[in-house]
């Protein structure tokens, strides 16, 4: 009856999941949008409600990665490595608000559950396509051509990693998608870089990292690979830009971290 409507459960976050997949269940599409940080209290429903039916529940994630003021509390620091791990999911990271507006059309259009996950704040101020299209699923591109490191920047790391890359000539490839991977894409990047940077924020144990080095290890590649992400304990409180600095995710970081690497090799 009032199509332009939405619901506002509060707090409930597991009411939200499953109030979702009962919506689903009964033919629609709904998006759900909730803090990164705040799904975690939903887990159980986002898993045997929503993913074990497969049903078409979009998970709008706000709150991506680092917050700053809020805390350690609203930090999104968890949800790649505890989305990647369940079946029947697809994840995806853009890289600015023209591409979340992509993702999101592409998650809608999806026959299954899925999740867009970006930032609090603003995009880096890209020009938004005004018609809306779905991205081949699974499948990132490379951004900058450069030689001997490769660096594979997820959602909100593409802007570091392309300032970087301009000091160190690396290439930079937008990956887009934690699950499905681009295995192509790696498999490619394996075989003409020496050395292989996946860039991302969230919990440097599991996630996207993660899922770059299953890649490489099905294919059997041995190229060096190096994961960055939050490191494993808390972060607290302060602005965006300053945290990220202290463990070494925005330009300086990455430039110094690929030095250190490839200091005294040619």
Sequence with gaps: RFPERYYD????????????????????RPVLAIYSTFLQRGYDQLVHDVALQKLPVVFALDRGGLVGADGPTHHGAF???FLACIPNMTVMTPSDENECRQMLT??????????VRYPRGTGPG???????VS??????EIR????EVAILAFGSMLTPALAAAEELD?????MRFV?????????????EHSLLLSVEENAVIGGAGAEVERALEASGSPVRLLRLGIPDHFIEHGDQASLLADIGLDREGLVQTVRGLTQGTS
């Design 179 to 191: 699950k499905p991977v681009d295995r192509e894409l790696i498999a490619t990047l394996a075989a």
């Design 126 to 132: 890209v020009a938004v396509d005004r018609t809306l």
């Design 9 to 28: 459960v509060g707090i409930a976050e597991q009411h939200a999941v499953t109030f979702a997949a009962g919506l689903a269940c009964e033919g629609l």
């Design 79 to 81: 949800d790649l490595s």
């Design 144 to 147: 900058r051509r450069g030689r």
């Design 170 to 174: 690396a290439t930079v490839a937008n």
């Design 135 to 140: 991205l081949p699923v699974g499948k990132g």
């Design 106 to 115: 592409t998650a809608y259009h999806l026959d299954g559950p899925s999740a």
